[in-house]
């Protein structure tokens, strides 16, 4: 099982930047890639953004050009830098990290996008 701590989200206004971190502890050996996942009121989770352990990136089309996913494996922690934030990206965010088991998911933090 994996366990994770998040942190970085809040409040911010449209334009501005936050940066998301989440570390992974437990059985990390068995991890295939880190991401971040998702989800507003009323809509599906959705995927943001992901990193494979052989460092292939995926972004949604929605946050190309001004989100930035990186992974520190030392660390066992990727983080979501967000820039040129819009009140469409207020969301609550998810780690996510797949393994052979399944699907493992952090707590969430939310993200506030508002003036």
């Known amino acids: 099982q994996v366990q994770f701590v998040e942190s970085g989200g809040g409040l911010v206004q449209p334009g501005g930047s936050l940066r998301l971190s989440c570390a992974a502890s437990?059985?990390?050996?068995?991890?295939?890639?880190m991401g971040w996942y998702r989800q507003a009121p009323g809509k599906q989770r959705e995927l943001v953004a992901i990193?494979?352990?052989?460092?292939?990136?995926n972004y949604a089309d929605s946050v190309l050009g001004r989100f930035t996913i990186a992974r520190d494996n030392a660390k066992n922690t990727v983080y979501l830098q967000m820039n040129s934030l819009k009140p469409e990206d207020t969301a609550v965010y998810y780690c996510?990290?797949?393994?052979?088991?399944?699907?493992?998911w952090g707590q969430g933090t939310q993200v506030t996008v508002s003036s």
């Open positions: 990193i494979t352990n052989s460092g292939r990136i």
């Open positions: 996510y990290a797949p393994n052979m088991v399944g699907a493992n």
């Open positions: 437990g059985s990390i050996f068995s991890i295939l890639a």
